[in-house]
Each structure stands twice: as C-alpha cells, then as structure tokens.
C-alpha cells in the first residue's frame, strides 16, 4: 500500500523549518525556490515510490556529476538549457519582440578574456597545419533596420579537429579557437581558423552514464559558439552548426535550430592564399533593439575566466 505524508499539515511545517522561514536571516528568494525543490522532491518519491536504494544512488550520482565538472553538459544533454531558450522566446513573443537571429544555448565551454582584434584575426595556433582543414569564416552585422553594425564584438569559440577546447583541454595554447573580433565600418567580421570536429561526452562520465540510461547518444554536430554585442542592441547568445554533419538534426544537447545552419563550401583554388584543400563559411547575424541597458548585457551565468 502507498503511503503519502509529503501534504500534511505536519510534513509542510517541517519543510517550512528546513527552508529556513522559521528565521529572519538568510535570502527570502532562495528560501521560497528551496521549499519548493524540498516540496515537489518528496511528492517525486511518494509519486513514482522512490526507493532508498534509489534515493541514495541519485545523491551518489550527483556528486559523481559535480566532481566531473559534468552540471552543464548534463543540463545541456537534457534539454534543459534548450528550454530556456524556448521559454524566453515565448516571452518575446507575448512581449511583441521578434526578428533577428535565433538564439541558442551557450553551452559550458566558454572562457571569458579571449584576445580583442579589430576587423580580422586568425584563430588557431598553428599547432593543427597538417591535420586540419583551414577554415576562413566571415560575415556582417546588423542592426535591426538591415544597417550594417560598426563596432559591434563578436566573441567566438569551437573545438578542434579533437573534439575539444582550449583550457579545458591542457594541450591546447591558452585561447587556441577563441577571438573577440570588433566589427569594421561595414559591419563586417573575418577569421581564419580550422574546421572544427564535433565531439560527443566522454564514454565513462556521469553524463553519458545518464544518457545510456535513456537509450540517447551524447554526440555533437561540427559548429562553432557566438557571443554578438553592440551598444543599444540585445545581447545574442547563439551558435551556428555546420552543414553536413551527421548530427545535425540529431544533436544530443538540442541545439541546431532553423536558420542556425552555416553552409560551408570546399574549396581546393588556392585564391585563399593556402595550399589544398580549405573551407568558407559565410554567415551574418542581425541584432534587435535593447530595451534597457540590462538586455545589452550576456546572463550572468559563472564562467571560466583566463588570463590574457
């Protein structure tokens, strides 16, 4: 027989106590969103008649996650970090605010202070000439009346043909695949980089071993991570995947969306300046009016920070 306790007058004073509103320190926010996790949590057991065995194991099971590093990636993988940005598009829409380009998730891999350069700059570090595909990739912004955008940055990372990334691979040259670029006058950003490989969770983490649970795979889709700014405009956090990856349409983090897909040519004319085979990859991104100076500005999510 199933027995429930969690909505008794007894059980809710006792989660009342545990949130801490029986004190007059501590944050009102946090204790409100604190009752809650306590409240839906104890109707989550009573409901699907969580086991300790269960219990236990899900508590091992996060603290296995953070020791890994793996919360983002988790939250990615399951959707959650996607449905944020349904969410806020939902609250656009109800608000009237439309156009521009879609956003995206962010993603936990990116590292603030990369290197500023105006117009133009090349990416990698060379340390790939013999394996790697070199990619020119450019493009312009816009405002949101179609005018090109001078001095807007474009902060831009992606992996490499490994799969991985800078700083959280210690292989890699501090900021290797990661630039800060100042649009010029026509609104306009180039770089010079490699093709980037997309990767999937490591085989033995948490986030795969959840993963394997629901029958999903933890691959990505090739693409490459935006941060789009400019004074008086909303702040883009967005990313674009590349054409013809198998995992395109199929990326375990939910982050390809229409109108997100860069087209990338191959090219073998030498008119690059580069010897064989290389890529382009054009793409323009167009911005929508702030509404305060708050919207100018990325969330302040914690990221990892190195030094330049």
């Known amino acids: 027989m199933t027995v429930k306790i969690s909505q008794t007058p007894a059980t809710q004073a006792f989660f009342e106590e545990a949130a801490g509103f029986r004190n007059d320190a501590g944050s009102p926010r946090l204790k409100c969103i604190v009752q809650r996790i306590l409240q839906d949590t104890a109707r989550l057991i009573e409901d699907l008649e969580i086991s300790e065995d269960e219990f236990w194991h899900a508590v091992d099971y996060l603290n296995r996650l953070g020791g890994r590093g793996e919360a983002g990636l988790l939250v990615a993988g399951l959707g959650i970090e996607h449905f944020l940005d349904l969410l806020q598009d939902a609250k656009d829409a109800q608000a009237g605010l439309g156009g521009g380009t879609p956003r995206t998730i962010e993603g936990p891999l990116y590292v603030a202070g990369a290197p500023l350069a105006e117009g133009q700059v090349r990416m990698d570090d060379g340390s ?29 990372w992606h992996a490499n043909t490994r799969g991985t ?144």
């Open 128 to 156: 790939e000439e013999n394996v790697a595909i070199p990619m020119f990739l450019e493009g312009r912004v816009f405002d949101p009346q179609g005018r090109p955008l001078a001095g807007a940055t474009v902060d831009l």
């Open 165 to 308: 990334y800078s700083f959280f691979d210690q292989s890699q040259s501090a900021f290797n695949l990661r630039r800060r670029i100042v649009t010029d006058s026509e609104g306009r950003y180039r770089a010079r980089s490699i093709v980037p490989s997309g990767y999937g969770c490591d085989p033995q983490g948490p986030t795969q071993e959840c993963l394997d649970l629901l029958g999903r795979h933890g691959q990505r889709p090739a693409h490459v991570h935006f941060f789009i700014s400019a004074p008086g405009h909303r702040h883009l956090t967005t990313q674009i995947n590349l054409s013809g990856d198998q995992y395109l349409w199929d990326d375990f983090a939910y982050a390809t969306r229409d109108g997100l897909v860069g087209e990338v040519v191959f090219r073998e004319d030498g008119a690059r300046g580069v010897a064989g085979r290389y890529a382009e990859l054009v793409f323009d991104f167009h911005l929508q009016q702030a509404a305060d100076s708050e919207a100018e500005a990325r969330s302040k999510r914690p990221r990892a920070l190195q030094e330049a």
